[in-house]
């Protein structure tokens, strides 16, 4: 099948997240930036009335929706629903991308909810953002103008969309991550340097980040990834070993 | 479609590319007749892993026997009953689609889904080894895992429902990396066509996915005696289900093995739709 709107659709988002890639560096609240973009793309392409995103948070378990966009979009931003229930909640907890439609038709659909927003929607489709063997959130989109359903090849589609903001997610997740491990090695290892020094430190070298590089930075970098893939078993035995290696590290040095 | 490095399940059923479904003639002796003609599905014990099917609600005609959940406890799942209700409407839809298909089997509702259920990977697998453990003759199961931890267990799990001739009949998710079970090669793997009639299936000769099932813009039984119509893989796994129950309801014993050879012989000819000329 050959889609010229398509694949210029696709590029252009491909060159959104690429330069959102980019505006990560200066962006203090990046991850927020490139959803926001991810939302605005599919509102566009789909010709929605809304789109937003919504990403799990713990205590208490929920979705939380942090990006809309559309016209009748704004009115989500803000709200949270428990992944017990809705469409929302379903493919978040099954990882099943899911459409309905005819929804308005019925009495008990998460109408409650949808008022909040200010919009009831005539439908609804939404897919799993996933994040290798995660789910992290649910990308939604609501009433396509140019029809009443939603095909699957729409699903395709928005599972393309869904699997930019999962990687996006990770990035801004792994590059957060990365820091605080490199400032708790920092503070571990450095008995002499004050907490400003380690702040400047981290910050120039998160600074010096350059993806096509090989830097020590990055190679962190790919070792935080590895360990978000741990079970939480596992991850606690590492932090063991990081002690007892930092312990002997610090021991070391003091020798010197 | 441009490469979108996904994996697009439901391709090789869509209309212009149906004609690559091609089988072994010799498979063509059999025929719907002898595959279900007469058959309501009485006797076949089917069971819906998923959010809990609504017993109350008229899609599912009455068929439901018995509801089951499980509860995570520390290290520990136990299989518990639980009320005949539907966290989300999800469970009684695929339950009403097989009703619709074989009205006299028996549902059993596993739910394994919903607030009380965060150990999400587990109780699934903990629900799919009770239902093998039960003697089901099949299952649906509109849901999968991406748990690489668990991989192993519900590999052997699959394997044991294989080896007691369980048919378990899986949506495929449409998302990129692994997900089971419905990759396991016994399975009866299940991506949706948009040909809105139940009884047209395809068999696919390119695995990972066997079959293709409507899964568009379904009319499907949601939560709380509602209706709605529904779009997704989800659905289109329930009306291969059906479909099984109405075959075991007439050949009861035939094994996974079996059935699908039997489903591959009396699939829709992609060129001999109605309509298509």
Not at chain 1, 117 to 141: C, E, H, K
Not at chain 2, 178 to 190: A, D, G, K, Q, Y
Not at chain 2, 204 to 215: D, I, R
């Amino acid at each position: 099948m050959n889609d010229p709107g398509l694949t210029a659709a696709l590029q252009a988002l491909r060159l959104a997240v690429r330069r959102s890639a980019v505006a990560r560096r200066l962006d203090a609240d990046a991850e927020q930036a490139l959803l926001q973009t991810i939302v605005e793309a599919t509102v566009a392409l789909f010709e929605a009335e809304a789109s937003s995103i919504a990403l799990f948070e713990r205590d208490p378990d929920r979705l939380e929706f942090r990006v809309a966009a559309g016209a009748q979009g704004a009115g989500a931003i803000g709200l949270s629903v428990p992944p017990s229930r809705g469409i929302v909640g379903f493919v978040y907890s099954t990882g099943q991308p899911l459409a309905l439609s005819d929804v308005i038709s019925d009495p008990r659909f998460d109408r409650a909810a949808a008022e909040r927003t200010g919009y009831v929607p005539r439908s609804i489709a939404a897919v799993p953002l996933v994040d290798r063997d995660q789910t992290v959130g649910v990308l939604q989109v609501l009433d396509k103008r140019t029809s009443p359903t939603f095909s699957l090849r729409d699903m395709e589609l928005l599972a393309v969309f869904a699997s930019q903001a999962a990687a996006a997610i990770r990035a801004a997740r792994v590059q957060r991550d990365s820091e605080q491990l490199l400032r708790a090695v920092l503070e571990r290892l450095g008995d002499d340097m004050s907490p400003e020094q380690i702040d400047s430190l981290v910050g120039a070298a998160a600074m010096e980040l350059d993806a096509e590089e090989e830097t020590p930075f990055w190679q962190l970098v790919d070792r935080v990834a590895a360990l978000r893939e741990l079970s939480d078993r596992e991850q606690l035995l590492v932090v063991d070993i990081l002690e007892v290696v930092a312990s002997h590290a610090a021991r070391g040095r003091r020798a010197v | 479609m441009p490469d979108l490095g996904l994996p697009a399940w439901s391709e090789p059923f869509a209309e212009d590319a149906r004609s690559q479904l091609v089988r072994a003639a010799g498979l063509r002796q059999l025929d719907r007749e002898w595959a279900w003609g007469g058959s309501t599905g009485a006797g076949v014990k089917v069971a819906i892993i998923d959010s809990g099917v609504e017993g109350s609600h008229p899609v599912v005609g009455g068929r439901l026997v018995e509801s089951v959940t499980v509860q995570i406890t520390d290290d520990e799942a136990e299989v518990i009953p639980d009320e005949p209700i539907d966290m989300y409407g999800h469970a009684t839809a695929c339950a009403g689609i097989v009703v619709g298909l074989a009205p006299d089997v028996e549902i059993y509702s596993v739910r394994v889904l919903g607030a009380d259920l965060k150990g999400k990977g587990a109780a699934f697998l903990t629900g799919l080894e009770w239902a093998v453990e039960q003697g089901v003759h099949a299952m649906n199961l509109s849901l999968s895992s991406k748990s690489e931890r668990l991989f192993p267990y519900f590999h052997e799990v699959v394997d044991q429902a294989y080896f007691k001739n369980v048919a378990l009949v899986s949506a495929v998710n449409n998302v990129p990396g692994l997900s089971f079970p419905s990759t396991f090669s016994s399975v009866f793997s299940v991506a949706a066509h948009a040909i809105p009639d139940p009884e047209i299936f395809f068999y696919n000769p390119s695995p990972p996915v066997e079959f293709g099932a409507w899964g568009v813009d379904v009319p499907i039984g949601w939560k709380d005696g509602s209706t709605t119509v529904a779009t997704g893989n989800s659905f289109a796994a329930p009306h291969v289900c059906g479909l099984v129950a109405r075959i075991l309801g007439k050949h009861p014993g035939l094994t996974p093995f079996e059935l699908k050879a039997v489903l591959a012989a009396i699939a829709n000819d992609p060129g001999e739709l109605p309509g298509s000329g």
